[in-house]
């Protein structure tokens, strides 16, 4: 059976392009006792693989010549494990390839899907995505209703969730995002304020849309726009560090804000965090999420690519902001 | 009554030199109602006070042409206050100048010294400073035994007392500072470590001293150092923004660090304050210094300039290390 897959072929330097990938073909064996074959049906893509392809973060980075690591949802179509049978849909580490022989215990380890959840939501909304924007606002951000919460990255797969969170926590939510098409979602969303800060002067915007200042900012830009905030924060803010795409296709780490001072003057905090560290708390979580959405206060928004050949492609899409929300794609032979 | 007082001239561009301040003489008048005369005996001097000379930060920024803002300790000579009279030893926001007349309502409102104590302690471990170390630790380091506790100006007013106070918490901790003279004081003193950044690798160093990573890092000086700790922060880490002083005679606000996300990867946090937030605290705050120091685990380590036509080149010992522990100057006519 033949398993076309994409390796890490060369680490980034500044820009990914798709030299850094190498395309191969390769039989794939048979799942040993313990092990079990998936059959891949979609790929998540998250700015956070940047980092994985360049330097150890939170994981150690991807070794070069192995596949490209991602997560994702297949089809077990045949178990050596206890606890998998065949027919079932698992989320997991899956990486770019159209099959993946394992026994579950990878960084991002092997789950089942809760039957009747889509796997487009199960990677979005109900998985990770939904995860960091859940305890990245609630357990860091802490916001209480009728504060300030600016949200960048908002019309992304995390900055959406956490700008629908908090407007579900009663504050009064503005969205930074760049373009008309992204802002205009935003405000249907019923986001109290939208900065294109492709087209605005964020820090302008910021002062009027802030006058009282920003109680809480979830980050997941960085760069001039973390500056900016900066200089409008409140007294005791508190700044999510979710993360910070404007400088991931830097070759050196770009430098941090320079006013990051203020939070001495106004008691600030900055905090970062990753979802993993609340695993307890996952089932209350998931179950909030699901009740949102069942209730139309919180939607998936996505952009869908489809056919592995397309992966090195489709990543590139997170750091041109092309993509609106959860960037996924779901590969040819994929019919669910 | 002849008052001799230096005005800020010229905000500094960059390093402070004495053409930033002017010499006055002027006649000096008599209280109003509701006034007192004070005549000054100690200035101090705080990195803070480079921040008030360029611009607004947790207050305006200086007026050109104003006396020079600093606390310090006089004596009362003439009261027309209902809370004060002739003799008492007050310590408030004097400035630079041999008289002061005011209602007491300043940036650093006028208070009584408590009988006993010696100025040059209601200007250090028992004042400001010692607040400063003290709800820096406390309020937001949130230090426990046994954990790494890295302070850098650790040789300066705030930072000595920082280490201390770290010491007495049951801590191991390092200090950071300049210079071979100043680390041997932190030994001496009891500190588990020294690392002169001045003529060691601080990177190196840090990884030889806190192999486990560092749980609460007290910055006083920001730049590259406290990329250094970003670099070998253990999980959880808390780092106390107090001051920055590498950073304050660039004309510019200088980068911040460049690899803050470690807060992502290892949940860190980076938090500011200021004394003043915990008004209600520094009772027993006080309380706790004072016992402290009559314990002799808190010692106040300082350097005595002396005559107000030194004031200038004082301030300027902060910005060139020349100082160990709180920098004071005593003005030439006083005598206690």
Not at 40 to 64: A, C, E, H
Not at 79 to 92: A, I, K, N, W, Y
Not at 197 to 209: C, F, G, S, T, W
Request: aromatic share 8%; proline share 5%; hydrophobic share 40%.
């Amino acid at each position: 059976m033949k398993n076309r897959h994409w390796i890490l072929e060369a680490r980034p330097k500044a820009s990914i392009d798709e030299s850094c990938f190498a395309w191969r073909e390769s039989e794939i064996g048979r799942p040993a006792e313990g092990e079990v074959l998936i059959r891949n049906r979609w790929l998540s893509f998250d700015p956070t693989q940047r980092g994985w392809m360049t330097r150890d973060t939170y994981i150690s980075k991807i070794p070069l010549g192995s596949v490209m690591l991602a997560g994702g949802v297949g089809e077990i179509i045949e178990s050596r494990h206890p606890h998998f049978e065949s027919g079932d849909l698992v989320l997991g580490g899956v990486g770019w390839q159209d099959y993946v022989i394992t026994d579950g215990t990878d960084y991002i380890p092997i789950q089942k899907i809760p039957a009747g959840t889509p796997p487009n939501l199960a990677l979005g909304i109900f998985g990770f995505t939904g995860l960091t924007g859940y305890f990245g606002t609630f357990e860091v951000g802490k916001p209480r209703a009728g504060e300030t919460f600016v949200v960048s990255g908002a019309a992304g797969a995390t900055g959406s969730v956490a700008g629908m969170i908090a407007k579900i926590q009663g504050c009064r939510v503005i969205g930074i995002a760049g373009g008309a098409r992204k802002c205009d979602w935003l405000i249907a969303q019923g986001f109290d304020g939208a900065i294109d800060y492709k087209n605005e002067n964020v820090a302008d915007r910021l002062r009027a849309l802030c006058p009282d200042g920003i109680d809480v900012y979830f980050d997941n830009v960085g760069g001039e726009i973390l500056e900016a905030v900066l200089d409008q924060i409140a007294p005791r803010a508190r700044i999510v560090l979710c993360g910070a795409i404007s400088g991931y296709e830097s070759e050196e780490l770009p430098p941090g804000p320079r006013n990051y001072m203020n939070l001495v003057f106004r008691h600030g905090r900055m905090e970062g965090f990753l979802w993993m560290e609340y695993a307890k708390k996952v089932p209350e979580a998931t179950q909030d999420l699901m009740r949102w959405h069942a209730e139309g206060k919180l939607v998936q928004l996505e952009d869908v690519q489809h056919g592995l050949e397309n992966a090195p492609k489709t990543l590139m899409r997170l750091f041109s902001g092309a993509n609106m929300g959860k960037q996924l794609l779901k590969l040819d032979d994929a019919d669910g």
